[in-house]
């Protein structure tokens, strides 16, 4: 039984990290941002609606976000746990995802908040080179991050649930670190 958010700035290794974990835990990952990639590759309605926000590195609505969660949760296979990955991303999400939770019986065990410095994101997320990796937008990433994100580190702290784990050196070595902060959680 696993039921983390993975939080961390865009490139920081949440997506990485994740796979790792469900390979190791068995419960699945559930990320907002291969969702809507989805919703776009369908072309549905609210991909559509999605892909303007996601071009800019801006956050899509939350009414949008909440709502693939809110039914992604409901699937039994999340009965065991979950690894949520990019979710949440705001005050609002966060507050959105502890009601659905507590609805279910299902509260966090702890919240992974990956530590990376800014410039080491810019060169990793370069040369993976997804459409919104260009320069522009991953500035513009970090700082959307900066301004509605970071305050959920505060948020977790205050709840007792935040395990900073420092997210540099290997993809195995960061990956110990989290298995030790969640053996401690
Ligand atoms: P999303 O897909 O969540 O993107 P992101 O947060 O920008 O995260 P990334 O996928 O870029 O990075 P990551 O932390 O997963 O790192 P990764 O493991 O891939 O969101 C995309 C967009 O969707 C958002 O901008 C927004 O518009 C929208 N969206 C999504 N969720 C939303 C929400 N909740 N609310 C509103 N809007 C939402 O690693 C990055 C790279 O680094 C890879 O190439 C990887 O190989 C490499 N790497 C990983 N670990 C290491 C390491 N230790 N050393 C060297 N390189 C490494």
Known sequence: MLKIVLLGAPGSGKGTQSAKLVEEYGVPQISTGDLLRHAVSEQTELGLEAK?????????????????????????????????????????????????????????????????????????????????????????????????????VAYYEKQGLLKPVAGVGTVDDIFSRIKTALNEA
Do not use: W
Request: proline share 4%; glycine share 6%.
């Open 52 to 152: 303007k926000a996601m071009d800019a590195g801006e956050l899509v609505s939350d009414h949008i976000v909440v709502g693939m969660i809110r039914e992604r949760l409901n699937e039994p296979d999340t009965a065991n746990g979950f690894i949520l990955d990019g979710f949440p991303r705001s005050l609002a999400q966060a507050e959105a995802l502890d009601e659905m939770l507590a609805e279910l019986g299902r509260p966090l065990q702890c919240v992974v908040h990956l530590r990376v410095d800014n410039e080491e994101i810019v060169q990793r997320l370069l040369s993976r080179g997804r459409e919104d990796d260009n320069e522009q937008t991953i500035r513009n990433r970090q700082s959307v991050y900066q301004e509605q994100t970071e305050p959920l």
